[in-house]
C-alpha cells in the first residue's frame, strides 16, 4: 500500500512538472519536460544532466533514444542492475544559439533542484550515482573529488552519493568500456552493501 501511495504521488509530481516555465531559455528550446522515470524504492537513482536534443527530449524518457542512453541502459543491465531510476538535474533540454546541446546554467539547475529532491524522496535510493562532474559538483558540493576510478560513498545531506563518469564521456572514447562496466560492477556492490536510507 506503501509502494501505490508513492507511486500515486510520484506520478503526481511528474504531471506538475509538465508545465514548468521557471527557465524561460529553456522553455522557448525544450520540446517537452522530461520527468525522472525507474522504480520506486530503486537502488540505484542515476542522475545526469539534462536530457539531450536526439534522446530524453525526443523520446519524453531520460536517457532514451540516443548513444549516451543506449550506453547507460547496456550498463545497467549488464551489471545486474534491476531495481534503477533515471533523472536530470534539469528537466528540459538546454540548447545554445546553434541549436546544440549546452550544459544548464547555474540558476537553471537551481530552479530545477526542487524537481530532483522531489524525486529522490519518494525513490528513497540506496545510492545515488551521479553522472559526471557537473552533478557530482553539484549534489556532493565543489571540494568533493570526483574520481570514479576509485569511487567512494559520500555523505550528502540525506544522500549517499556515487561518482560515475557520464556515458558521453565513454562514447567519445575518453575512457573504455571495459572500465565503464568495471565501475558499474562496483556501483552494484556498493548498493548492495548499502542498508536502505531512512528505514
Known amino acids: 500500500m506503501a509502494t501505490l501511495s508513492a507511486e500515486r504521488r510520484l506520478i503526481t509530481l511528474q504531471r506538475s512538472m509538465l508545465t514548468c516555465e521557471r527557465c524561460a531559455a529553456l522553455v522557448r528550446c525544450r520540446s517537452r519536460v522530461v520527468p525522472g522515470a525507474g522504480a520506486i524504492d530503486a537502488a540505484v537513482a542515476f542522475v545526469g544532466i539534462a536530457p539531450g536534443r536526439f534522446g530524453g527530449d525526443r523520446t519524453g524518457v531520460p536517457f532514451s533514444g540516443d548513444?549516451?542512453?543506449?550506453?547507460?541502459?547496456?550498463?545497467?543491465?549488464?551489471?545486474?542492475?534491476?531495481?534503477?531510476?533515471?533523472?536530470?538535474?534539469?528537466?528540459?533540454?538546454?540548447?545554445?544559439?546553434?541549436?546544440?546541446?549546452?550544459?544548464?546554467?547555474?540558476?537553471?539547475?537551481?530552479?530545477?533542484?526542487?524537481?530532483?529532491?522531489?524525486?529522490?524522496?519518494?525513490?528513497?535510493?540506496?545510492?545515488?550515482?551521479?553522472?559526471?562532474?557537473?552533478?557530482?559538483?553539484?549534489?556532493?558540493?565543489?571540494?568533493?573529488?570526483?574520481?570514479?576510478?576509485?569511487?567512494?560513498?559520500?555523505?550528502?545531506?540525506?544522500?549517499?552519493?556515487?561518482?560515475?563518469?557520464?556515458?558521453?564521456?565513454?562514447?567519445?572514447?575518453?575512457?573504455?568500456?571495459?572500465?565503464y562496466a568495471r565501475d558499474f560492477d562496483r556501483l552494484r556492490r556498493a548498493a548492495a552493501a548499502m542498508r536502505d536510507p531512512g528505514r
Request: hydrophobic residues 40%; positive net charge; proline residues 5%.
Open 67 to 179: 548513444r549516451s542512453g543506449n550506453l547507460l541502459r547496456d550498463m545497467i543491465a549488464a551489471a545486474g542492475l534491476r531495481s534503477v531510476f533515471i533523472t536530470n538535474l534539469v528537466r528540459c533540454n538546454p540548447r545554445d544559439a546553434q541549436g546544440r546541446n549546452r550544459d544548464p546554467t547555474t540558476a537553471e539547475i537551481t530552479n530545477c533542484r526542487g524537481h530532483l529532491e522531489a524525486e529522490l524522496a519518494l525513490i528513497r535510493p540506496k545510492l545515488v550515482a551521479c553522472l559526471g562532474r557537473i552533478v557530482w559538483s553539484c549534489l556532493a558540493g565543489s571540494r568533493a573529488e570526483f574520481d570514479p576510478t576509485a569511487a567512494q560513498v559520500v555523505q550528502a545531506g540525506r544522500w549517499r552519493l556515487y561518482p560515475m563518469y557520464h556515458p558521453a564521456y565513454v562514447n567519445r572514447g575518453a575512457y573504455s568500456l571495459k572500465k
